[in-house]
């Protein structure tokens, strides 16, 4: 484990663009992200002053734009909380344990690799042929949740965009019957950690082209990205689909996830229906 000093939380942040694109078309980009982030941490009421948050890091592009956003912003002093970025290795074959390890020490990141077996107990559970997503992602959550509260954070913070927000409803409607996304801000079940994700409404498409102008040092997930037929790439082609046919369509909908009217649904727990009667 690393826990480098606060000071080099500055260091670190201008070392991380010390080397991007200096280009027009760079600077806006990373202009919209930082204030699509500034913007989600301020009207989900995100930030504490002097909180200490574990900021979860795969290896994939997602997470280190977010450590990155995140980063610059308190170098900025606009984010008034200590960061502390967490991998956790789960013990798939092959995986290229220096990467993170090499890059977070470079620039100075304080930062936590934790190991924990999950693979094997994944591929022991689930049969070759179904989708081990679930599983995976709650044995990941577990784990970071106790590290989260061993290194004393009250957040853990996640990378999850748009497309994830989007493709999360999309299944829960199409497969659990159920109007249900995947909100920026919640609190896990023993209510004692937030789950924060300051790149709710942040387009993945966006995501990537940062993640290429910055060459992240990209880690793939071997386990769930080698099976084919997975319901979230459904939702990911469908809704890729749609946005060709329809373009802004995609913000239009996370749009109405903003905007419900319990009285237009049929959930009576939701909204009194009774009180109607005349």
Not at 34 to 46: A, E, G, H, I, P
Not at 141 to 168: K, M, P
């Given at each position: 484990?690393n826990?480098?000093?606060?000071?080099?939380?500055?260091?670190?942040?201008q070392?991380?663009?010390?080397d991007?694109p200096s280009?027009?078309?760079?600077?806006k980009?990373?202009?919209?992200?930082?204030r699509?982030?500034?913007?989600t941490?301020?009207?989900?009421?995100?930030v504490?002053?002097?909180?200490?948050?574990l900021?979860g890091i795969s290896?994939?592009?997602?997470?280190?734009?977010?450590l990155?956003?995140?980063?610059d912003l308190?170098k900025r002093?606009?984010?008034?909380?200590?960061l502390?970025?967490c991998?956790l290795?789960q013990?798939q074959?092959?995986?290229?344990?220096h990467?993170?390890?090499?890059?977070?020490?470079?620039?100075?990141?304080?930062h936590?690799?934790?190991y924990?077996?999950?693979?094997s107990?994944v591929?022991d559970?689930?049969?070759?042929?179904?989708?081990?997503c679930?599983?995976c992602?709650?044995?990941?959550r577990?784990?970071?949740?106790?590290?989260a509260r061993e290194?004393?954070c009250?957040?853990?913070?996640?990378?999850?965009?748009?497309?994830?927000?989007l493709e999360?409803f999309?299944?829960?409607?199409?497969?659990?019957?159920?109007?249900?996304a995947?909100?920026?801000?919640?609190?896990?079940?023993?209510?004692?950690?937030?789950?924060l994700?300051?790149l709710?409404?942040?387009?993945e498409?966006?995501i990537?082209?940062?993640?290429?102008?910055?060459?992240?040092?990209i880690?793939p997930c071997?386990?769930?990205?080698?099976?084919?037929?997975?319901q979230?790439d459904?939702?990911?082609?469908?809704?890729a689909?749609?946005?060709?046919?329809?373009?802004?369509r995609?913000?239009t909908?996370l749009?109405?996830?903003?905007?419900?009217?319990?009285?237009?649904?049929?959930?009576?727990?939701?909204?009194?229906?009774?009180?109607l009667?005349n």
């Amino acid at each position: 484990m690393n826990t480098a000093p606060d000071i080099a939380i500055d260091r670190a942040a201008q070392d991380l663009f010390a080397d991007a694109p200096s280009t027009t078309e760079f600077n806006k980009l990373r202009k919209r992200l930082t204030r699509q982030v500034q913007t989600t941490l301020n009207d989900f009421s995100m930030v504490k002053e002097g909180a200490r948050w574990l900021v979860g890091i795969s290896g994939g592009k997602d997470s280190y734009a977010l450590l990155s956003i995140l980063l610059d912003l308190k170098k900025r002093g606009e984010l008034p909380v200590d960061l502390l970025a967490c991998n956790l290795d789960q013990g798939q074959p092959n995986f290229p344990k220096h990467i993170l390890p090499q890059w977070l020490e470079k620039h100075g990141i304080a930062h936590r690799i934790e190991y924990r077996d999950t693979y094997s107990i994944v591929t022991d559970k689930i049969p070759e042929n179904k989708t081990y997503c679930a599983l995976c992602s709650r044995l990941r959550r577990g784990h970071l949740y106790r590290v989260a509260r061993e290194e004393r954070c009250s957040s853990l913070v996640l990378g999850h965009h748009r497309e994830d927000i989007l493709e999360t409803f999309f299944m829960n409607m199409f497969h659990g019957g159920r109007l249900e996304a995947m909100p920026p801000k919640l609190i896990n079940d023993e209510k004692d950690l937030t789950v924060l994700r300051p790149l709710s409404f942040s387009a993945e498409p966006d995501i990537e082209k940062f993640a290429q102008a910055m060459q992240f040092p990209i880690i793939p997930c071997d386990l769930c990205g080698s099976q084919d037929g997975l319901q979230r790439d459904s939702m990911k082609r469908f809704l890729a689909d749609l946005e060709k046919r329809a373009p802004g369509r995609k913000d239009t909908i996370l749009r109405a996830l903003s905007h419900v009217r319990p009285g237009h649904l049929l959930d009576r727990t939701l909204f009194d229906f009774t009180a109607l009667d005349n």
